[in-house]
């Protein structure tokens, strides 16, 4: 079987005796030598990180969340458990610890065969920043959209802080999703201290209570 791991691996290695192989070089290479492959492994990926965020989900669930059809999911799904990727109890889908290996390649493959990878970059030039992530999904009709949101910033967070740092925060639902998504009970010499006032009704979204 051919695992996310191995095409990201692949499209940062040379052929031998040749010119290295670009990352979208190799997608639009398998988009065009096997676009029924590369559809079905895009699925899967699709899938491993959407179970990451859900975990615990049911197939059914799952295809509505993804807008696929069930069969599509619970073939794809199938796949993954027979590979060992994830496991299926009475609460639903959850993954493995083989699947916490190829997560992150799995994203990233899955960004990129729906363009956000491309999004990205075009976003960074625009506007002059080092790196940009996107999130799929709307937030305004799917709560777990703005639940991942959360989780990319705050594992990101964490990297850019260093030790000694005071971090302002303001409030609204996004930056409460960040905080929510923080693993609590980890050391780290962070001063977090509230960017304005209260705005709104909401306590939860709220500056003081966000930080």
């Known amino acids: ?75 794809a799904a199938q796949c993954l458990r027979d590979e060992g990727f994830i496991e299926l109890n009475t609460a639903g889908m959850v993954l493995t610890d083989k699947a916490d290996e190829v997560l992150q390649a799995a994203r990233a493959f899955s960004g990129a065969m729906r363009g956000l990878t491309d999004l990205e970059k075009k976003l960074s030039a625009l506007y002059g920043v080092n790196r940009v992530y996107v999130c799929p999904g709307d937030c305004d009709t799917d709560p777990q959209v703005l639940q991942e949101l959360g989780r990319i910033t705050a594992q990101h967070l964490r990297q850019l802080l260093p030790s000694g740092s005071t971090l302002a925060v303001s409030g609204g639902r996004t930056i409460a999703a960040v905080a929510a998504a923080l693993p609590s009970g980890t050391p780290q010499n962070v001063m977090v201290v509230p960017a304005r006032g209260g705005v709104g009704r909401m306590m939860e979204t709220q500056a003081n209570t966000v930080a």
């Open 1 to 75: 079987m051919i695992e996310e791991a191995d095409i990201v691996r692949a499209g940062a290695q040379a052929p031998e005796g040749g010119v290295p192989l670009q990352e979208a070089d190799f997608l639009l290479l398998m988009q065009r030598l096997a676009p029924d492959l590369a559809e079905e492994l895009a699925r899967r990926a699709l899938i491993l990180e959407r179970i990451a965020v859900l975990q615990p989900v049911g197939r059914r669930q799952l295809a509505a969340r993804l807008n696929l059809p069930e069969r599509e999911v619970r073939a």
